[in-house]
């Protein structure tokens, strides 16, 4: 079959499957793109030839995005929703375009999300160097701006002759279908190659299945897991992400009830248990109940089920204070499972927790246990009331509006959130009814991420109301997937909390003894930046971007405004001021994050002594 590298590569992605148990799906949903010179001739020709701009026509749709950034965002929430088993490829231009993708690309890889990218690339034959938009490097012809992607890539090849294309295509579905190594996939394609044509062989394009592994654990390490649980009293689970992906709620579910062990959950794996569970106790770590950190701190036993641990998870390894305490990590990649000297238990989180399930029958931690993790999940539920609760005055806390949103929301409606106060205040705070309603990007926490990757998550589950949870510092960073909603109308409904600047940052830095130093968003006077407020109105742009606005003030205001939204039929941003200094309760847990050692400021001073102190907890579980 005789076809350029572009319409071959167009084919190829459109004839792939991916399985897991017996569920078979077309594993690329479409591919985002923004044409350039780099790429408009070659696979923005073959899209337009094979499958054209409507999601009905073809087997490999286009969508045009706004940003090449966002798009990867938007790629990212698309795939996470669907429990990595669909995932969307991303085209750009050389130079900027391509460029532009390395963050996308690093939140992909970080929170281990298929995405593949398909940067345009400089002339792999060299007529004319340096072309427009081309990086030159003295030391070799063979560096592009491409290859920044490299250490954000689980995967990146360049194409530089057609008869490299089918091996590389090969390796990127494997590591885009393995849920151990997936990530972002680049495979550079230079201008001219992509115009060049080749003839194929037929068997390239057939249609071919991915069957997603589920590994089984190994015998000998479920019956040391085993051991170590049976001899527990205080055991705790730890579920994070790989308890969602695996579709293991159930599975987990039955086995906190029949063990009686409770259940704290990280950002990703939040709603592996419905807030209100008998067996949940919340959200653990830095930003985590206290009901979770009290029981963590005299746990005997930690079971991780998907987690990676992160620092925002162990408190910076501050919170597992139990000087004998055991980590039995149940993950499908071996580098996870071995985190923390544990138990290594490498298999999916479902088949693990079955293993588990049958390995400890009979075992269940004393009633007593049982009692105490629930009065202390009571004692926190009742803290979060209170926060919910509306309070005299605007403008509001940051907490009555992610109560508002809560309680506006259905069972299996979704938040969306990704960077600055409010993935913290949501992790404490959020009651989840639902596995897939909590959609928190905390592996990057990138500012920027939240339209987007709302916009994604929406296209994946199109039957759910999407609640996007943006500050209006990321939001200034990137707004304008917004206008792609409205293009492709997809609704969201985006809650644009303003504090007139960076109120996460600025609370930090305060703690760190820097007096929230170019956080505000503030006219500059002979003083600094600490004038006044800049005339900035957020909600008018997002309507120039083409979407609903509606303006609130009050607690009644924004409640009326969150049930209009809802009902509407189009994208409606909601535009509410709140107080940056408003707190909310304390998760009793450390975050390392170093003051400087020697300091003229007072304030400076002050919070190294308490950072002195703070870690003294920091362990080493080794």
């Known amino acids: 079959?005789?076809?350029?590298?572009?319409?071959?590569?167009?084919?190829?992605?459109?004839?792939?499957?991916?399985?897991?148990?017996?569920?078979?799906?077309?594993?690329?949903?479409?591919?985002?793109?923004?044409?350039?010179?780099?790429?408009v001739a070659g696979i923005g020709q073959a899209l337009l030839e094979h499958a054209g701009d409507s999601p009905d026509h073809g087997d490999l749709p286009y969508y045009m995005a706004r940003n090449e950034q966002a798009m990867v965002h938007t790629a990212s929430g698309y795939a996470r929703m669907n429990d990595r088993l669909t995932a969307f490829a991303c085209t750009t231009s050389i130079g900027p375009g391509a460029t532009n993708m390395v963050t996308g690309a690093a939140l992909a890889t970080i929170n281990r999300l298929p995405v593949l990218l398909l940067p345009g690339d400089v002339f792999a034959t060299r007529p004319a160097n340096p072309v427009l938009q081309e990086l030159e490097d003295s030391r070799s012809y063979d560096v592009s701006v491409n290859d920044c992607l490299?250490?954000?890539?689980?995967?990146?090849?360049?194409?530089?002759?057609?008869?490299?294309?089918?091996?590389?295509?090969?390796?990127?579905?494997?590591?885009?279908?393995?849920?151990?190594?997936?990530?972002?996939?680049?495979?550079?394609?230079?201008?001219?190659?992509?115009?060049?044509?080749?003839?194929?062989?037929?068997?390239l394009f057939t249609r071919r299945v991915w069957r997603i592994a589920r590994p089984v654990p190994e015998p000998a390490s479920l019956e040391e897991a085993s051991a170590a649980l049976h001899a527990a009293e205080r055991p705790l689970i730890v579920a994070g992400g790989g308890v969602i992906y695996s579709r293991a709620t159930d599975d987990l579910r039955a086995f906190a009830e029949r063990t009686g062990i409770p259940v704290a959950e990280t950002q990703a794996g939040k709603g592996a248990l419905p807030w209100d569970h008998a067996c949940s106790v919340g959200a653990i770590g830095a930003t985590g109940t206290t009901a979770a950190n009290a029981l963590a701190r005299e746990a005997d036993v930690v079971v991780g089920i998907g987690t990676r641990y992160s620092d925002f998870t162990t408190a910076s390894h501050s919170l597992f204070a139990n000087p004998g305490v055991t980590f039995v990590n149940v993950n499908v990649a071996r580098s996870d499972a071995a985190k923390l000297a544990g138990i290594t238990v490498v298999a999916d989180a479902r088949e693990g927790i079955r293993g588990l399930n049958a390995a400890v029958d009979g075992y269940s931690v004393p009633d007593a246990y049982r009692d105490e993790a629930r009065a202390l999940t009571a004692d926190w539920n009742a803290k979060v009331d209170l926060a919910y609760a509306p309070r005299n005055g605007t403008p509001l806390a940051q907490s009555v509006v992610i109560g508002a949103v809560n309680e506006a929301s259905g069972s299996q409606d979704v938040v969306v959130c990704a960077a600055g106060s409010m993935p913290g205040d949501l992790h404490k705070l959020w009651r989840a009814r639902d596995p897939k309603g909590y959609h928190v990007e905390y592996g990057y926490s990138c500012m920027g991420y939240e339209i987007a990757g709302g916009l994604g998550v929406k296209m994946a589950a199109p039957d759910r109301e999407v609640f996007v949870l943006v500050g209006d510092g990321s939001y200034l960073m990137m707004s304008q997937e917004l206008t792609t909603a409205v293009a492709e109308g997809v609704k969201l409904v985006v809650v644009l909390v303003q504090n007139h600047g960076f109120a996460s940052i600025g609370n930090l830095s305060e703690s760190v003894g820097a007096q929230r130093f170019g956080t505000r968003h503030r006219a500059r006077t002979g003083t600094g930046l600490d004038g006044d407020p800049l005339p900035v109105d957020l909600a008018a742009n997002a309507a120039s971007l083409g979407a609903d606005v509606i303006r609130a003030s009050t607690a009644g205001e924004l409640a009326d405004a969150l049930r209009e939204a809802r009902k509407a039929d189009r994208t409606t941003v909601i535009h509410i001021e709140t107080d940056p200094l408003a707190g909310t309760p304390d998760s009793a847990a450390w975050w390392d994050v170093p003051v400087a050692e020697v300091a003229a400021l007072d304030s400076t001073r002050r919070a190294r002594a308490r950072y002195e102190e703070d870690r003294r907890a920091h362990r080493h579980h080794l």
Request: proline fraction near 6%.
């Open 150 to 203: 490299k250490p954000v890539s689980k995967y990146w090849d360049r194409i530089n002759r057609p008869e490299q294309l089918p091996s590389a295509l090969m390796a990127a579905m494997r590591v885009l279908t393995d849920p151990a190594e997936t990530g972002a996939v680049t495979l550079a394609l230079p201008q001219d190659v992509q115009a060049e044509a080749y003839d194929w062989p037929d068997e």
């Open 1 to 39: 079959m005789r076809l350029t590298v572009g319409q071959a590569l167009v084919r190829f992605l459109g004839a792939q499957y991916s399985e897991r148990d017996g569920d078979e799906r077309r594993f690329f949903a479409g591919c985002f793109g923004i044409f350039g010179h780099g790429n």
